[in-house]
């Protein structure tokens, strides 16, 4: 029985199509029923490890010693328009907000400290009594404060009935609230408003027919099903971060559109060359949709990479990647080819009037663009790469890291709250940084250790004072502090690796304990060494992978290195291009985006997986066309300019529509998506049309026939056609 390759399974897919597509049919529904019952508990705000690094073992040593984790703690951020909150009706607001919050289930807050209770804390109001704070103690883990929550959160708003009054929430758990409300009012404005409606443009520009452009978008929406619903099942095994519903739709959009844009293309060409409808189907599955098979495997070998990380951020961010690319693949290898074919000419439904040889002047156009590279190569290449490393030089002053709070929109309530909590009450408003100190803690040497340790933390610039905390029958002790400053600042970061590289060890040298340093910003430096510990490590995966995967497709050593070196000039300038919009701020008020002291520490790592799969995704498809040409005509210049004219219309058009998807995520609020749909829309945009324009054609120009070259010692690797192999007489497809 002959093996089922992708090729087989499309050609089966064109012989049975409404079997196809009852089956995608059965599949869509059954993913509708997996997304409405699982998805949701599939997802997590929480940011978990996946191991044990410093911040997690002193996490887990007060939980099992003490039975205690730090409290999740919202901060009710009561002001009177100005005036003072001791005022008889701000007052009397308060009292009515502080009975709500405790008549709330147990399960959903612990504690509520006010400053308005007979002996409350008066240093919970500001210095100029124009603010005041009531401290509200969550009940449960992070996922039952995300969930509860919202009670709070109404309960204040509720507050606001007063006349003047004011009442903004902060804390870990509205944060996250906002942050995910946020996250899903980008993507609905960003993909359905901006970036869909222009990728719909462009392909009614491409196909110039309605029927043509549904297709496509058939595709793609059944790419995010599948993969929203793979993501409920995986979610069961270990929860997954809650962003991995952006991915799935950013990444399913993108790639479904492009795989099935170029299969379409290909299937109106043979039409036009008059093949029979099935024929033609089976010529498209055979070259493009071979070619999108490959595409979609260099896009998903860069991407494994990131699975290695860690983290459940990187985790989730690379599964949902992974799902919606393979998905899309598996829809233009089966369910596309099946609905050409009963489709027929009917994609032509509602064409618009074509002007006669518009693509072929297209094609003329980045023909003679790469005729006047080839004729000058040596001025083309470097200039191009110096435009690029011009480009990517800001990044050698990128600062990674964790933007936090200050990130979110600046008329959200949990960081119009911080800035108040920041600015008028200072001490304690960054958060906790703790000390677990274990051993044991009744020798001389250890109390020793323990109050100078103690006195030392409570000397650090921007730490109030620190408090210890001995339990001599767990073992354990606690030395706390209160940070001055956000818990995600450059300070806090630094604070952490002075209290683990030099404070801790010079005061408990000889005591016999052993430490850890845990808290919100001790994890958050986790995070951040995790990444750059990571990166190398990741880069060089990608890199040795993609180089496989294009050596065996091309059979040429030379391609490869040539195709990485391109990706990682793209990616360069990326970077770089991130660092001087979002650090120095060049064109952000332009943009619409934030000006911020970082780039987060996820997304120099997740962009070079992404862009260089995305990269290697373009290199398929133009270097496929190229070497067709070459086999056919035996010279470089001459396939050079035949493969990108005619491969223009459609890298041109699928490089658009990369840009509007990536480009609307870029538009939303969070800081965070703004880099990385910016980061993904600039190397896309680079790759297709400086990269493909310019240095493609003239690095081959350079190298003539040595392109192709392979060692002798390499002769045994497999031959491989990606575009497959088509008769030119009559309906025949070569298997």
């Not at 039952?144 to 009442?167: F, H, K, Q, S, W």
């Not at 011009?390 to 933007?403: D, E, Q």
């Not at 050079?640 to 538009?667: D, E, H, K, P, Q």
Request: with cysteine.
């Amino acid at each position: 029985m002959p093996a089922l390759t992708p090729r087989r399974l499309a050609f089966a897919s064109s012989r049975h199509p409404r079997r196809v597509l009852a089956l995608w049919g059965i599949v869509l529904v059954a993913c509708i029923g997996v997304i409405a019952t699982l998805l949701p508990s599939a997802t997590t705000t929480q940011a978990e490890f996946r191991g044990t690094p410093e911040g997690m073992r002193g996490h887990d040593l007060m939980k099992d010693r003490l039975g205690v984790e730090e409290p999740i703690t919202e901060s009710i951020v009561i002001r009177n328009d100005g005036a003072s909150v001791r005022e008889a009706g701000v007052r009397k607001a308060a009292a009515r907000l502080t009975a709500d919050l405790r008549a709330l289930e147990p399960g959903e807050v612990s504690r509520v400290v006010s400053p308005f209770d007979p002996g409350g804390p008066p240093t919970l109001i500001s210095r100029d009594g124009t603010a005041a704070v009531i401290s509200v103690i969550m009940a449960g883990d992070d996922d039952a404060a995300y969930d509860n929550v919202p009670d709070v959160l109404r309960i204040a708003r509720a507050a606001e009935a007063t006349p003047g009054v004011t009442a903004d929430v902060a804390g870990t758990a509205s944060a996250a609230r906002t942050s995910s409300s946020q996250a899903e009012e980008d993507l609905t404005r960003g993909e359905l408003m901006v970036g869909l409606p222009v990728a719909l443009i462009v392909l009614l520009l491409v196909f110039r027919a309605v029927g043509a452009l549904l297709l496509p978008l058939v595709v793609a929406f059944a790419s995010v099903i599948v993969s929203l619903a793979l993501t409920g099942l995986a979610g069961q095994i270990s929860p997954l971060s809650f962003f991995i519903t952006n991915m799935i739709t950013t990444m399913g959009l993108a790639v479904g559109i492009d795989y099935a844009l170029f299969v379409v293309s290909r299937y109106r060409e043979e039409r036009a060359a008059g093949r029979p409808v099935r024929a033609a189907v089976d010529v498209a599955s055979a070259t493009s949709g071979r070619a999108v098979g490959f595409s979609g495997l260099a896009v998903v070998v860069a991407l494994v990479g990131l699975l290695i990380v860690p983290t459940s951020i990187f985790l989730s961010l690379a599964l949902g990647a992974i799902f919606a690319v393979v998905v899309a693949v598996a829809a233009s290898m089966t369910l596309l080819p099946a609905t050409l074919t009963l489709m027929g000419d009917r994609i032509e439904w509602m064409g618009l009037p074509r002007r006669r040889g518009a693509d072929a002047a297209h094609g003329r156009g980045f023909a003679r663009v790469a005729d006047a590279v080839m004729r000058r190569p040596v001025l083309a290449v470097v200039a191009a790469t110096a435009v690029m490393l011009a480009a990517a030089s800001p990044v050698l002053g990128i600062r990674t890291g964790m933007n936090g709070i200050e990130s979110l929109p600046a008329d959200s309530g949990p960081r119009q709250a911080y800035q108040v909590l920041a600015s008028d009450f200072g001490a304690g408003s960054g958060g906790p940084v703790i000390v677990t100190l274990t051993g044991d803690v009744t020798t001389p040497e250890a109390r020793k250790a323990i109050g100078d340790l103690t006195a030392a933390v409570g000397r650090i610039p921007d730490v109030g004072p620190a408090t210890a905390t001995p339990t001599p029958s767990a073992g354990i002790a606690l030395v706390e502090a209160s940070l001055r400053v956000a818990p995600t600042s450059s300070r806090a970061i630094d604070v952490v690796r002075e209290l683990r590289d030099t404070i801790i060890p010079a005061n408990i040298a000889g005591s016999g304990l052993q430490s850890a340093v845990t808290g919100e910003s001790a994890l958050h430096t986790d995070f951040i060494d995790i990444t750059d510990r990571y990166l190398p490590i990741v880069v060089g995966i990608v890199l040795v992978l993609s180089f496989l995967v294009l050596l065996v497709a091309f059979r040429s050593i030379v391609v490869p290195v040539k195709a990485i070196l391109m990706n990682l000039l793209s990616v360069g300038a990326a970077y770089g291009l991130l660092v001087l919009v979002f650090q120095h701020g060049v064109g952000a008020d332009l943009l619409g985006f934030q000006q911020v002291d970082k780039v987060e520490a996820w997304v120099p790592l997740f962009l070079f997986a992404v862009l260089f799969g995305l990269s290697m995704d373009y290199h398929v498809f133009l270097l496929s066309r190229i070497r067709e040409e070459y086999e056919r005509t035996g010279d470089t210049p001459t396939a050079v300019r035949n493969g990108i004219a005619s491969s223009a219309r459609l890298i041109t058009g699928a490089a658009l529509i990369m840009v509007a998807v990536f480009g609307g995520f870029a538009l939303g609020k969070l800081v965070m998506f703004q880099q990385m749909g910016f980061g993904l829309a600039v190397a896309v945009f680079l790759d297709a049309f400086v990269i493909r324009t310019v240095l493609v054609p003239g690095a081959m120009r350079l190298l003539g026939t040595r392109n192709w070259y392979l060692p002798s010692w390499l002769q045994f690797l497999p031959h491989v056609d990606v575009e497959g192999t088509v008769s030119r007489v009559g309906g025949t497809v070569t298997r």
